[in-house]
């Protein structure tokens, strides 16, 4: 049974969390022997034997049908995970205000338009806005003015000029939200929202709140976008369970709180297959080839900047690390092959840390929610769309005491 309030939620997912830190901190992708194999010699064995079909099941969903029971917390985990839905029975916009934004993307701002409270009087300000889409459409909603907060002047321009000719009265104020001047739009009677900020943006976000008082609704995204390498728990809870169960994050963990992806098209899941089996390939040979059994990451690549051939993708790579490939002598064709098969082995592997991604997420979540009760706030936690919308779908609602 999950615990109901938030500190003894994160209490409880702290200390799984912490239990199982051995097993889903190393990522696959690094090592050719994983830390746990040995451990977990069974569960290895078990994933490396799973046919593509179950690999892309649980990818989907790791926990629909799970086949990892006999190994690990399924149960705590999925329990871990539970959030009430926000968005039932929630009447359509109209269709016409959608023009300008993306399918999935003007669905995400209509299911959380109708999560933003309208209080006659309190000015509404969009934390991060870039085109100002989400207050765009709340100020259109409930006929108020809102205010839109976006650091690219040109996003700005291009966003005055579609609320301008919808005639919907929202102001772009280009402003960067890290500076101190930001503090100036939150003032205790503002009503705050984001959508999407990352890291830094909305940590900053909460800080600013938990001084000003002003109201928060707020969609968290890209947890690890942060100065700091090691996490350091915003609440004062949170530090002192973290330390007490020695749970330490760094920035690698808090991007797998946000692996999870909404199946892409399929374009383009095949080149990104085909770009982690030759990062896994080239990564097999450097470490021949140097004599240097150790990971060597590469940059990566946007989407249609892939080189057409294994051997072109090599040397980009090598070049960018600043190695030289001998000019004769390489059987790049076994090279590929490797890759492709060592994929095949770390997609299976990586099934196991799958089922720690929400339970962090919701960690860290917790932590921020944490932090604002902490500063005289009530706050609600719930998701306020469908995962298929977007997989960072938590919405926070912060009501100052
Ligand atoms: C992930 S986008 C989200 C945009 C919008 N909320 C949405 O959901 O469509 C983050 C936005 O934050 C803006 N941004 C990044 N750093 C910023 C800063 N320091 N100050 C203000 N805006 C910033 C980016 O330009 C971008 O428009």
């Not at 989907?60 to 029975?89: G, H, K, M, N, T």
């Not at 809102?146 to 650091?151: I, N």
């Not at 059994?293 to 051939?309: F, I, K």
Request: charged share 25%; glycine share 6%; with cysteine.
């Amino acid at each position: 049974m999950i615990p109901s309030s938030h500190g003894s939620r994160l209490r409880w997912l702290t200390e799984l969390l912490a239990s199982w830190q051995a097993l889903w901190q190393p990522a696959p992708f690094y090592y050719r022997r994983l830390p746990w194999a040995e451990d977990f010699s069974a569960l290895r064995d078990y994933l490396l034997a799973l046919d593509d079909r179950d690999c892309a099941r649980l990818e989907q969903d790791p926990f629909a049908s799970s086949v990892l029971y006999d190994w690990l917390p399924v149960v705590d985990l999925a329990e871990s995970i539970r959030l009430p839905a926000l968005f039932q029975a929630q009447s359509p916009l109209p269709n016409a205000w959608s023009a300008h934004v993306g399918g999935r993307k003007w669905r995400q701002l209509e299911a959380f338009v109708h999560q933003v409270e309208m209080i006659p009087g309190q000015p509404l300000v969009e934390w991060c806005a870039g085109k100002g889409h989400l207050a765009r459409t709340w100020s259109r909603f409930h006929d108020q003015p809102a205010v839109g907060l976006e650091w690219q002047p040109e996003l700005c321009r291009l966003g005055q000029q579609l609320a301008d000719r919808q005639g919907v009265a929202l102001r772009l104020e280009q402003q960067d939200v890290m500076a101190a001047d930001a503090a100036g739009w939150l003032s205790p009677d503002a009503q705050v929202v984001a959508l999407h900020a990352c890291g830094d943006l909305h940590t900053r976000l909460l800080k600013q709140a938990a001084i000003s008082g002003c109201d928060l609704t707020l969609a968290p995204c890209c947890y690890q976008r942060t100065a700091e390498y090691d996490y350091r728990p915003l609440s004062r809870l949170g530090r002192e369970l973290a330390d007490r169960y020695d749970l330490r994050l760094n920035r690698d963990d808090l991007a797998l709180a946000v692996q999870e992806t909404v199946t892409a098209p399929k374009a383009v899941r095949r080149q990104r297959e085909q770009a982690n089996a030759w990062r896994l390939g080239f990564d097999l040979l450097q470490r021949e080839l140097c004599d240097h059994d150790e990971y060597l990451p590469v940059p990566s690549l946007a989407y249609g900047r892939l080189p057409m051939h294994f051997t072109d993708f090599c040397h980009w790579a090598a070049k960018q690390k600043g190695l030289s490939l001998p000019a004769a002598g390489i059987d790049w064709s076994h090279w590929e092959a490797l890759g492709w098969q060592r994929l095949g082995e770390v997609k299976r592997l990586e099934l196991a840390r799958h089922l720690f991604r929400r339970p962090l997420e919701i960690w860290l979540v917790l932590d921020r929610a944490l932090f604002l009760e902490e500063a005289g706030y009530h706050v609600e936690l719930g998701v306020f769309c469908e995962r298929e919308l977007t997989p960072r779908n938590i919405l926070m609602k912060a009501v100052s005491n």
